[in-house]
């Protein structure tokens, strides 16, 4: 299976991750949201106390649309390759060199800030529960009823994409396999998605948000750790293009 | 097929086996969970992982109940008015030495109050947020009753 880069394959591997990116910043539409004001009021009489205006919905979670921090790369390294089936080699190195970086610097800028509001938004979360019972019932109201349920459907439907994002870029070119980088960046993102499947099911439904939340932080700073490994690799082309700039 | 590719499938093969895994684990995780097992439980995990959260501080609490020290002194009843600050989310602890009503708003927005009954000796932790909040104390009507300021006693 060696030979030319078969394109149809490359096409739809391209579009399966493409997909994976859209459905994990739509995430939110399609999480949470429900009413969960019975659940509240049941939760509310064992604690003991009195809110009859207390209304809970169901929240939409971070973890899921974090896992977009990591899975933008993929999407990014793979039309980084198509863009080479269509420009000249010299000009594709220009514009790698400097996407990366300008790129890996967006993404470190957006992954801290985004991982400091989880973070802060996990800080609250904690001093909310333990806060009995005052802080406990507001909790509850804002965070206590994750739906595990459509966060399920969600992963899974990313997870088969992942998959055939997979299989198909492997169709399309067998020597993606020895791109290493690639391989790990790919890896990551299937452990990312088991990850989160996984703290999900790990607490009664109370604590999920508090877990949903940790796993966000983790993608965070995972996006963190590959921006800066895109931002170390982006530099040789970037002195390179420079060079032959100033030449010229 | 290749070396290569037999890895490859085994490696989507345990992905999805461990991705099942984490999906049928929920089954076992306790279903909806306890509410008060897990705010009661201030020595445990959730406790370690995000701190006490910050006192409210004495000179930030004012009001018309009456106040010595770390005691504030209901008479009938009374406003405990927490003062806005930085801070997003503080808490004012209170132990009662008498049976007491204690309403005040939830706070981050939410529109709704909350009142809870406390008997002698029980130990209440009111959240407040950054804006401030105002917390009824009632003890009865020409009763008088008094409460303690908890982390403000020195």
Redesign the interface.
């Given at each position: 299976m060696s030979g030319e880069l078969r394109k149809p394959f490359f096409v739809v591997a391209i579009v399966a991750i493409g997909l994976v990116v859209l459905v994990e910043l739509g995430s939110t539409l399609l999480i949470g949201g429900g009413d969960a004001s019975a659940a509240l009021a049941r939760q509310i009489n064992d604690l003991g106390v009195s809110a009859p205006r207390a209304s809970g919905e169901e929240p939409p979670g971070r973890g899921v649309p974090y896992l977009v921090l990591i899975d933008v790369i993929l999407l990014y390294t793979v039309l980084l390759m198509g863009a080479a089936l269509l420009l000249p080699d010299r000009l594709h190195g220009r514009v790698q060199g400097v996407t990366t970086l300008i790129g890996s610097i967006v993404l470190i800028i957006v992954a801290f800030i985004m991982g400091l509001i989880a973070f802060i938004e996990l800080l609250i979360m904690v001093a909310l529960a333990t806060a009995a019972p005052f802080g406990t019932v507001v909790y509850l109201a804002i965070w206590g009823f994750f739906p595990r349920g459509d966060a399920a459907v969600v992963l899974s439907l990313l997870m088969f994409l992942k998959l055939a994002f997979c299989v198909f870029l492997v169709l399309a070119h067998q020597r993606f396999l020895q791109n290493k980088g690639l391989v790990l960046l790919v890896l990551t993102s299937l452990v990312c998605n088991i990850i989160v499947a996984f703290l999900h099911g790990l607490v009664p439904i109370i604590l999920v948000s508090i877990v949903d939340d940790i796993a966000a932080i983790i993608f965070a700073i995972l996006a963190i750790i590959w921006a800066i490994v895109l931002l170390i690799g982006s530099i040789p082309a970037v002195v390179k293009a420079v060079r032959v700039t100033v030449t010229q | 097929m290749d070396n290569?590719?037999k890895v490859?499938i085994a490696?989507?093969v345990a992905?999805?086996a461990?991705?099942v895994?984490?999906?049928?684990?929920?089954?076992g995780?306790?279903?909806?969970?306890?509410?008060?097992t897990?705010?009661?439980?201030?020595d445990g995990l959730?406790?370690r992982?995000?701190?006490?959260?910050a006192a409210v501080r004495p000179e930030e609490i004012g009001g018309d109940c009456g106040r010595q020290g770390p005691q504030v002194v209901v008479n009938g009843s009374c406003d405990l008015q927490v003062g806005p600050s930085e801070q997003?989310?503080r808490?004012v602890r209170l132990r009662t030495a008498a049976d007491i009503d204690v309403t005040?708003p939830?706070?981050?927005d939410?529109?709704?109050?909350?009142?809870?009954?406390l008997a002698a000796g029980d130990e209440?932790?009111?959240?407040v947020d950054s804006g401030g909040a105002s917390i009824e104390l009632d003890c009865g009507f020409n009763q008088q009753c008094t409460l303690t300021l908890l982390g403000s006693e020195t």
């Open positions: - | 290569k590719q490859l490696v989507l992905v999805v461990l991705f895994v984490a999906i049928a684990v929920r089954g995780s306790g279903g909806e969970g306890d509410a008060s897990v705010s009661s439980d201030r959730l406790a992982l995000g701190g006490d959260p997003r989310m808490v005040a939830a706070p981050e939410a529109d709704f109050e909350i009142e809870k009954e209440v932790a009111v959240a």
